[in-house]
C-alpha cells in the first residue's frame, strides 16, 4: 500500500468519501475500517485518530449524507420559488417530495444507510454523534426534516393548509414519501424512466396535501410523532 501524506482534515474527509464508495459497492456491513484506510493509502492507526471504530466512521457518513440531503432539498426549494409558482402553494413541498425520491432511487445504497437497515433504532440516523467524529464544518448543512418542516410552515401561513391540521403533518408527509422511494428502492414499485418517478412523488405529496387540508382533525387532536432528531432540536430550544 503506498503511504500518502494528509492534513489533518484532509484525511478525515478522504476516509468519509472512501467510506462512501464501500457502502455502494457493498451496503452498509460489507466493509472494515481498515479497507477504508487502505482506499486512501494510510495504515488503520492514521484512520484511528479520526475515528475511534468502524461504527463512528459510519455514523459520521450517515451524518454528512443527511447534510447533503438537506443542502439538496433546500436548494431544488429555492429554484422552485419565484413568480412563476403562481397560486400553487403546494409547488415547493412538491420539490422536496420530488427530490427525496429522486435522491433514494439515484443512490439507494447511501439512502439506505442513511435511513434503512442499520441506522439507529430511533429512526433517527443523525442521532448517533460520538466526540471521536465530532469536526464539522463552520456552515452546518439543514437537516432534511427541517426543511420539509419550514416549508409546512410557509404552507400554513399563505393558507394552504389549516393550522389545525399542521401538527404532525410533518411525519404524515414523510411517511407517504419515504414509502414510495423504498417501493421503488426495493423494486416492489417500478416505473419507466426519471421523469415518471418525478411525476409520481409530486402526485403523493399533492394527494397527501390534499387530504391534510380536509381532514376533520378529532377533539382529541393526532397523535405526536416524534424522532430523536425532533426530539433533541426540543431540547435544544428548551436550553435556549
Given at each position: 500500500?503506498?503511504?500518502?501524506?494528509?492534513?489533518?482534515?484532509?484525511?478525515?474527509?478522504?476516509?468519509?468519501?472512501?467510506?462512501?464508495?464501500?457502502v455502494r459497492e457493498r451496503g452498509a456491513d460489507g466493509w472494515s475500517l481498515r479497507e477504508a484506510s487502505a482506499r486512501v493509502g494510510v495504515s488503520s492507526s492514521a484512520a484511528y485518530h479520526h475515528?475511534?471504530?468502524?461504527?463512528?466512521?459510519?455514523?459520521?457518513?450517515?451524518?454528512?449524507?443527511?447534510?447533503?440531503?438537506?443542502?439538496?432539498?433546500?436548494?431544488?426549494?429555492?429554484?422552485?420559488?419565484?413568480?412563476?409558482?403562481?397560486?400553487?402553494?403546494q409547488r415547493r413541498l412538491v420539490a422536496v417530495g420530488r427530490t427525496y425520491v429522486q435522491w433514494a432511487v439515484e443512490d439507494p445504497s447511501v439512502a439506505r444507510l442513511a435511513f434503512g437497515a442499520g441506522a439507529p433504532a430511533t429512526g433517527d440516523p443523525a442521532s448517533d454523534s460520538t466526540s471521536?467524529?465530532?469536526?464539522?464544518?463552520?456552515?452546518?448543512?439543514?437537516?432534511?426534516?427541517?426543511?420539509?418542516?419550514?416549508?409546512l410552515d410557509r404552507l400554513?401561513?399563505?393558507?394552504?393548509?389549516?393550522?389545525?391540521?399542521?401538527?404532525?403533518?410533518?411525519?404524515?408527509?414523510?411517511?407517504?414519501?419515504?414509502?414510495?422511494?423504498?417501493?421503488?428502492?426495493d423494486g416492489l414499485a417500478r416505473l419507466d424512466d426519471p421523469r415518471a418517478v418525478a411525476r409520481e412523488a409530486e402526485r403523493v405529496v399533492r394527494a397527501v396535501l390534499t387530504g391534510?387540508?380536509?381532514?376533520?382533525?378529532?377533539?382529541?387532536?393526532?397523535?405526536?410523532?416524534?424522532?430523536?432528531?425532533?426530539?433533541?432540536?426540543?431540547?435544544?430550544?428548551?436550553d435556549k
Open positions: 500500500m503506498a503511504r500518502r501524506n494528509y492534513h489533518h482534515g484532509e484525511l478525515r474527509a478522504a476516509l468519509l468519501d472512501a467510506a462512501e464508495a464501500l475515528f475511534a471504530s468502524r461504527d463512528a466512521l459510519v455514523r459520521a457518513l450517515r451524518r454528512r449524507v443527511l447534510g447533503e440531503l438537506g443542502e439538496r432539498l433546500s436548494q431544488e426549494v429555492g429554484r422552485t420559488a419565484g413568480p412563476e409558482a403562481g397560486a400553487d402553494h471521536d467524529d465530532s469536526t464539522s464544518d463552520a456552515a452546518t448543512p439543514p437537516h432534511p426534516h427541517d426543511v420539509l418542516d419550514a416549508e400554513v401561513e399563505v393558507g394552504g393548509l389549516p393550522a389545525a391540521a399542521r401538527p404532525g403533518a410533518d411525519f404524515v408527509v414523510w411517511a407517504a414519501v419515504h414509502g414510495l422511494a423504498t417501493l421503488l428502492v391534510l387540508t380536509r381532514e376533520a382533525v378529532p377533539s382529541q387532536g393526532w397523535p405526536t410523532p416524534h424522532s430523536a432528531h425532533t426530539e433533541r432540536r426540543t431540547e435544544r430550544g428548551a
